[in-house]
């Protein structure tokens, strides 16, 4: 895997923005737009690593100063939003559907008036970025896992080898290998044979 001396463009791209040279591809690799990196702010050595046959089309990267990224070989995700401010990892051969989010951080403090504080501070910047308030947790997800459209995955979730979570699912737990989850929260309703 080599990351690029500099940001560079994508062939046939919409918009006109750049990939950041802290991306790093295992070619063959799908990258659908750099639009995904509008909100990608990593510092990190590498912000983002995407395994070999792996898809990233139509999806937002929130990654936040020390964030990090990585998908595995061939794991296709397809309009999702990632917020990251520590890791997210997602596994080989994962799939992950349309307006999914995942999140190791909710950015803002629970105390109401910390997080006031926080909008506040906020609205008088240019660029409008809250400050990253709150501790990330990462989010691991494992092998073969298959996440329905608009489920949302929260700080510290590990999601087991070959899960899977049903669409609009909001998982706050760990989800055991091989196993189907799905609700809000998401509870175990099936368990797969290996």
Same mark, same amino acid.
């Given at each position: ?9 994508l ?10 040279s802290?991306v790093?591809?295992s070619?063959?690799v799908?990258l ?9 702010r990593?510092g990190a050595?590498v ?7 792996a ?26 939003r ?7 990892? @997602? %596994?080989d051969?994962?799939l =992950? $559907?349309?307006?999914? !989010? ?9 105390? /109401? *008036?910390m ?9 008088m910047t240019?660029?409008?970025q ?17 996440i ?10 590990? @999601? %087991?080898e070959?899960?899977? =979570? $049903?669409?609009r699912? !909001?998982?706050?737990?760990?989800v055991?290998?091989?196993?189907v /989850? *799905? ?12």
């Amino acid at each position: 895997m080599n990351a690029a001396a500099a940001p560079w463009t994508l062939p046939d791209d919409w918009y006109p923005g750049t990939v950041p040279s802290n991306v790093c591809l295992s070619e063959p690799v799908y990258l659908g737009t750099s639009y995904s990196f509008h909100a990608y702010r990593s510092g990190a050595s590498v912000g983002l690593r995407m395994g070999r046959g792996a898809s990233l089309d139509k999806t937002v990267l929130d990654v936040g100063p020390a964030g990090r990224v990585i998908l595995g070989e061939c794991a296709f995700v397809s309009s999702a939003r990632i917020m990251c401010d520590s890791e997210v990892e @997602i %596994g080989d051969f994962t799939l =992950i $559907g349309w307006s999914v !989010v995942i999140m190791d951080s909710y950015r803002v403090p629970k105390d /109401v *008036a910390m997080r006031r504080q926080a909008l506040e501070r906020s609205a008088m910047t240019p660029d409008r970025q809250l400050e990253i308030a709150a501790e990330a947790r990462p989010v691991r997800i494992g092998r073969n896992v298959w996440i329905g459209f608009e489920a949302v995955i929260l700080p510290g979730v590990t @999601i %087991g080898e070959g899960g899977v =979570i $049903g669409a609009r699912s !909001v998982v706050v737990e760990n989800v055991p290998p091989f196993s189907v /989850v *799905a609700g809000n929260p998401a509870r175990v309703v099936r368990v797969l044979p290996r």
